[in-house]
């Protein structure tokens, strides 16, 4: 009877002073409940505002920040409730528990969603997120406590974080009651508060008071995500205390935006709301694991370097580099070495124009070039890429164009890693700047074939003209070298080059057409040798093959003329997406955000790309004609 009545009264002075508590915090000014800097550079701050206030305003270093995103948590949020149901909590507190978590489901607002999550010797989901009370509530209802000792509070965190990670809504909150400490999970309190932060969710822990409860752990869980720490002297205070806690997410806030600082640097942090203010000077991403996830992206994952065989990777690629370098050197020294010796056999030391000087001054770079020809020499791509250079008429080696590839690609991948791109859009943007210096060569060789192209009837008309006059066929070339313009002039300048050295005059035209890639030329090589190994009118051959080659010119430009609204609408189609997704960027980057910094948005993004792909074929097959 005694024992009743001092319970009673224990009630009678704990229940009024925790409801006053909550009057008091409710009608308090506005104050910051946790940063999170973990995304960085997003920043997450949990405001706690006067009841009934709007969106609280933010200021960083005194300056309004932009993209300022607000999310209520008393409104339209998941909501997670992990209920202990160890053997300690067998009888009466378990069904306090269960009790009070029913009606704080019973409370909440229509678009409000839960699902429940137990933890005893394991941490298992009893329900689904749904929007339906009576699942929350049977499952509650239903609670037993386990059978098997332990306490897996850490995983009930952690599996109650990744199910909100899936979740659509802004506002994601855990609700964790327990009466113990952490004794049998398998993840540790650092991964609890990383998995939270990731899923960008506030933890409510509820502490029941007893002999070994200790509230350390979830004061700094609680500190640590943006949620509050209440604790019950016994089970029956349960119901008060979600019920405070319902109250508090009424007017807590969630504020996300891009902070400009740096990590390492010491930002103050101003809150304000109907004219109350608040703050918190913290330095951003300072230790553990903020600073990590502060970091900017790197072009590996950290996994690739922590894992057992990264080392010996890394050592390898150090070694490799170590012995390139050692070669180079000593081709270089060799080089130099045969050049000095056959020097003095050589004659008297032509003229070599200054850009050429300078570039063949550099023995490093000269051995550096000379092995790379060397040891590249002979592969279809590096005799293809020679081939090219050959078309466009510049001063260049294939091992030079290629280190300049290199060099782009490097230069873009530090470029966009410094501005913080995501890893997967700095992989792609190394690969664009490394194809950069390739597309400008392609690019002069297209023109040249096209200037070639366009002399082309003329120099044939030339010949002809030059024949009919009872000339030779090698006194009509050197009239197109001394009257035609470039570049016809000097490529069949460079075929009587290779006749005086006493090549045939079919093997030079032959070279000179594989060297220039002109199908026009190619044609009229082809009937040219045909003529000059069964005979007749050679001039006559060069008229019709001029006429031939005239029409089928006016004819692709008829061609071009007609598909010009379809090529406009391909670059149209084409380079839309990428505008907009510029435009969109600039004007709201955080609207990007999630297309950018997820995994989800990753994959939209590659699928975007190939299905731009796909179009650009098959648009380019719908415009294009070979005649």
Not at 253 to 263: G, H, I, K, S
Not at 302 to 311: D, F, K, T
Not at 511 to 536: A, D, W, Y
Request: glycine fraction near 10%; aromatic fraction near 6%.
């Amino acid at each position: 009877m005694i024992r009743g009545w001092l319970r009673a009264g224990t009630l009678a002075v704990v229940v009024p002073a925790i409801a006053l508590a909550a009057a008091g915090a409710a009608s308090a000014g506005v104050r910051i409940a946790g940063v999170d800097t973990s995304g960085y550079p997003d920043v997450r701050v949990t405001v706690v505002a006067p009841l009934g206030s709007g969106q609280p305003l933010l200021r960083e270093n005194g300056v309004p920040v932009a993209g300022l995103r607000g999310t209520n948590l008393g409104r339209d949020k998941s909501v997670v409730l992990a209920v202990d149901r160890s053997e300690s909590m067998r009888g009466a507190p378990l069904a306090a528990a269960a009790a009070a978590a029913q009606a704080f489901v019973a409370a909440a607002g229509p678009g409000d969603r839960f699902e429940v999550v137990a933890f005893g010797k394991d941490a298992v989901p009893l329900t689904r997120f749904s929007g339906v009370g009576a699942d929350a509530d049977a499952a509650l209802g239903g609670l037993v406590a386990d059978t098997r000792s332990g306490t897996a509070l850490w995983d009930a965190v952690v599996r109650a974080a990744t199910a909100l990670r899936r979740t659509p809504a802004s506002g994601r909150v855990i609700v964790v009651a327990t009466d113990g400490k952490d004794v049998s999970s398998s993840a540790t309190f650092a991964a609890a508060v990383a998995a939270a932060h990731r899923a960008h969710a506030a933890v409510y822990p509820i502490g029941i008071g007893g002999a070994d409860f200790d509230p350390a752990p979830l004061r700094e869980l609680a500190a640590a995500t943006g949620g509050t720490y209440v604790q019950a002297a016994s089970s029956a205070e349960l119901a008060l205390l979600f019920d405070r806690i319902g109250r508090t997410l009424a007017h807590t806030w969630e504020l996300d935006y891009q902070t400009a600082a740096r990590p390492g640097d010491r930002i103050r942090l101003r809150v304000a709301a109907d004219g109350a203010t608040g703050g918190r000077t913290l330095t951003l991403a300072s230790g553990g694991a903020p600073a990590r996830s502060a970091a900017r992206p790197a072009l590996l994952p950290a996994s690739a370097w922590n894992s057992h065989l990264g080392p010996f990777l890394l050592a390898g690629a150090v070694g490799l580099l170590v012995l390139l370098a050692c070669g180079f050197v000593l081709v270089a020294r060799s080089g130099s070495w045969l050049q000095a010796r056959i020097s003095p056999h050589l004659g008297p030391a032509r003229v070599v124009p200054k850009r050429r000087r300078s570039r063949d001054g550099r023995p490093f770079l000269r051995g550096l070039f000379s092995v790379t020809e060397h040891a590249l020499s002979g592969s279809r791509p590096f005799d293809a890429l020679q081939r090219l250079i050959t078309r466009a008429d510049l001063p260049l080696l294939a091992a030079e164009l290629l280190y300049l590839c290199l060099g782009a690609g490097f230069v873009v991948a530090v470029l966009t890693s410094v501005a913080g791109v995501p890893t997967l859009f700095v992989l792609l943007a190394t690969v664009a700047g490394a194809a950069l210096p390739v597309l400008w060569v392609r690019r002069k060789a297209a023109q040249r074939i096209k200037a070639f192209d366009n002399q082309l009837p003329d120099l044939l008309i030339t010949i002809a003209a030059s024949l009919k006059a009872g000339h030779s066929f090698r006194h009509a070339i050197e009239s197109v070298v001394e009257e035609g313009a470039e570049p016809a002039a000097r490529e069949f300048r460079r075929v009587l080059t290779d006749t005086r050295l006493g090549r045939p005059m079919d093997d030079a035209l032959a070279e000179m057409g594989e060297r220039i890639g002109s199908k026009n030329l190619s044609f009229v090589l082809t009937s040219v040798s045909i003529q000059r190994q069964i005979g007749g009118s050679l001039a006559g051959l060069f008229d019709m093959v001029a006429e031939t080659v005239r029409q089928r010119q006016q004819f692709a430009r008829k061609i071009r003329g007609l598909t010009a609204m379809g090529r406009m609408s391909a670059y149209v189609l084409g380079a839309l997406p990428f505008g907009m997704t510029a435009i969109i960027s600039l004007v709201s980057p955080s609207y990007m955000q999630p297309l950018w910094h997820t995994g989800t948005g990753h994959a939209l993004v590659g699928v975007a790309l190939a299905m731009l792909a796909t179009g650009a074929v098959v648009l380019k097959k719908i415009v294009s004609f070979k005649g």
